[in-house]
């Protein structure tokens, strides 16, 4: 198995942190120098907070560990396509890699819907590469949803 494959997987771990928690299953992982340093899933219901999202978090705990915003030369690796927020806050802390699982048709901002990664022209450039454990990272939404449909139903929501 692929270096990066392992980092999905661990990304994957996270997600199925947030599932357990009844958290839309997105996990995410930032690595430098081939070592995590941070990782983190989903907490917007947990926290009642909007701005919770794996990416986000997992930014925040990189920028705490290397005491800095920038996170130069870091990689993210994220079981769904992030959303305009959390895309932009890849740009503002000048990671340099993301890996995609999953796409989101609804909300994705790099390449679904639109592209903040290739689209614009930003003061920092974010590769990005997409597909990596595809499967795996639609799978676990896919299984959630159907889950989480089952649940409503029988609350009788």
């Avoid at 692929?2 to 997105?26: G, H, S, T």
């Avoid at 005491?67 to 993210?76: A, G, H, N, Q, T």
């Avoid at 597909?131 to 409503?152: A, H, Y």
Wanted: hydrophobic share 40%; with cysteine.
């Amino acid at each position: 198995m692929q270096e990066k494959e392992l980092f999905m997987k661990e990304a994957l771990k996270e997600a199925r942190k947030a599932y357990n928690k009844l958290e839309i299953p997105v996990g995410a992982v930032i690595v430098k120098d081939g070592q995590i340093i941070a990782r983190a899933h989903n907490q917007k219901e947990t926290k009642c907070d909007t701005t919770n999202h794996a990416e986000i978090l997992a930014i925040q705990k990189a920028s705490k560990k290397l005491k800095s915003w920038r996170l130069l030369d870091c990689e993210m690796y994220v079981t769904l396509e992030p959303c305009s927020m959390c895309a932009g806050a890849i740009i503002n802390s000048r990671i340099k890699k993301v890996y995609i699982g999953a796409m989101d048709e609804k909300t994705g901002a790099v390449g679904s819907v639109f592209n903040l990664f290739n689209d614009y022209i930003f003061n920092h450039k974010v590769d990005f590469e997409t597909g990596l454990l595809k499967d795996e990272c639609e799978v676990i939404l896919k299984d959630f949803f159907k889950e989480l449909r089952k649940i409503k139903k029988i609350g009788g929501k």
